[in-house]
């Protein structure tokens, strides 16, 4: 019989995920495959973090609390808005989630009709368009390539909104460009958007620590304070504190929008994890020296990959100034044969030439909405990187 739903029907899996099950596949059956394919700190959660969660089990923090959280996390989210970002948020302007990605969930559940329009910048997180889908949203797409910067103009932006768009989703640092807006940029969309009353903003900023050249990074918050009352912001502790498996994900924004996520939560996975939330207070109150040196060794390896693949014929390699991934357009390859007589005709293709020919994983850009690119994730050690700089090159060589 057949279980899914129409709606289940309409989204795909991760498909990241599914290229990094494929190398894992592969791996068990003894083949040395380098996984540039997820986005996942290789580091340990630093130990003060997990002493704080062991700690919080033997106090007995081990029951349900309140969807929107143990007062203890949400006053150390409210300070870490004040601290970091010198923005006021009020303890019941905050909402948590199992994840950045429920935060995602919970709010689009919680705010689309059937039909609303969500306007998302392509490359765009794979996630973002399926779970609009997911929840009767339209995802509207504007691709902003390589020769924009990977980013959406304010006339673009204009030309998107139409009287259905609920929200614009965008996020910065990029996954999977690593394009950071200046707060100019920030502003020049503000404008845009603030002739727009509808129009609500999700700024993902989930990246904000891992900034990687001279660009800083600016909260959406501060560069439009005049769209306080429709925007959301998005963050987490999983790529700043190396806590991916954790499940902690929180936003900030106005009541009347946090309202409607806490009561999505409260009926969903009822709250994250107590100890988690304890492991996450920990992790925001605590000492950031560890965000420091991962951010100079994420800086390390970006400048490593940047060089290493600009130095392969046909890939068109911008910078990352930001998270962790290099996103080379890779055009001068596709329609190329490879030495067993397939064509590659797409990135797709090419990304599945990689992980059998060059024992890579990446995923292809198709997966975030644009083509032809690959995205490398230099979430690895730096010989991992060497490594794989010199397979990839090697494989493109064989490709006539
Ligand atoms: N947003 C972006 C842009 C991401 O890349 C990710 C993870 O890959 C997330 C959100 C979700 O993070 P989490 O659910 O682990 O908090």
Redesign the pocket.
Known sequence: IAFESLRASTIKSSPSMAVSMAAKAMRAKGEQVIDLSL??PDFDTPAHIVDAAVDAMKRGITRYTAPDGLPELREAIVRKFKRENGLDYAMDEISIG???????FNAFLGTLEPGDEVVVPAPY?V?YTDIVILHGGVPVIVPCGVEQAFKITPERLEAAITPKTRWFLF?SP??PTGAIYTAAELKALGEVLARHPRVAIMS?E??EHIVCADVPFTSFANACPELRDRTLL?N????AYAM?GW???YAAGPKALTKVLNKMQSQSTTCPSSITQVAAAAALNGPQDFVTTAVAEYKARGELVTRGFRAIPGLEVRAPEG?FYLFPKCAVHIGKTAPDGTVIENDTALAAYLLTEGKVATVPGAAFGVEPYIRLSFATSRDNLTLAIARIADALARLR
């Open positions: 986005g996942e199992n994840g950045a990605k429920q935060i995602l997180w996630s996020n990029s996954n993902d989930i990246y998005i987490g502790v999983s790529k991916t499940r902690l994900g998270a």
